[in-house]
């Protein structure tokens, strides 16, 4: 998958720079600590609901982690568990980043940014992994019926970077899987019908469909 490629990278970028922790909330059913190539000496941190950290728990309790991995059971929409949460993660931290991968696109925009108060409020967090995705999209998913666990699909910031601004970070390295599949040799595999269409759209919309979805690395401002 695409985004894998891309958020992997932009782990192994942070991790480079300095980076000795890694907090993914809502991790679900992630193994990159058991997947990835990393330093001993990193700590990873997972937030999860219970039932998904006693699953992994569960599941991988014969695996051994390339890093110091830990898991937190927290419901990260109840303000209070959120916040303690995000501090037991970078309790010992230097410098941590965070990841939402898929995450975000489920929340409603004040939720959204409820998260990216309490992500600035911890110093150590110095970074953030981000999707995005633009608005005709999510109308076109929500068209569809399609739903995570019974949640819709939620739009957006009409502009992240100025909403993420508004929070205390700033928009850097985006990244769109449209164009970061072609250049890994995985190309969008649109419909056959719509191959001549998206031949003769103007070129703005043909841009628009390359940009329409991909992630994003906020750093402090």
């Excluded at 219970?50 to 110091?68: M, Q, S, W, Y």
């Excluded at 937190?72 to 209070?80: F, K």
């Excluded at 990244?175 to 031949?199: C, D, M, N, T």
């Amino acid at each position: 998958m695409v985004r894998t490629v891309v958020i992997d990278r932009y782990l192994q970028e942070a991790i480079a720079r300095g980076v000795d922790t890694v907090v993914n909330l809502g991790a679900g059913l992630d193994t990159r600590p058991y997947r990835m190539t990393l330093p001993a000496s990193l700590s990873w941190v997972e937030v999860d609901m219970p039932k998904i950290v006693a699953l992994k728990e569960d599941r991988l309790a014969g695996e051994t982690p390339r890093c110091r991995l830990a898991r937190i059971a927290a419901d990260l929409s109840v303000d209070d568990a959120r916040r303690a949460a995000l501090a037991e993660c970078v309790a010992r931290a230097r410098r941590a980043i965070v990841l939402t991968e898929g995450v975000l696109t489920y929340l409603p925009l004040e939720d959204v940014a409820k998260l990216a108060d309490d992500v600035h409020a911890q110093a150590a967090i110095g970074s953030w992994i981000v999707d995005f995705s633009a608005p005709f999209l999510n109308r076109a998913v929500r068209a569809r019926g399609v739903k995570f666990k019974n949640a819709p699909i939620r739009d957006g910031a009409r502009d992240p970077a100025a909403f993420y601004a508004a929070h205390g970070w700033r928009w850097t390295e985006p990244r769109h899987l449209v164009v970061e599949g072609e250049k890994i040799g995985r190309p969008v595999p649109w419909p056959i019908w719509f191959r001549p269409i998206q031949a003769l759209l103007p070129r703005r919309a043909q841009e628009a469909l390359r940009t329409m979805l991909g992630y994003a690395l906020l750093v402090r401002a």
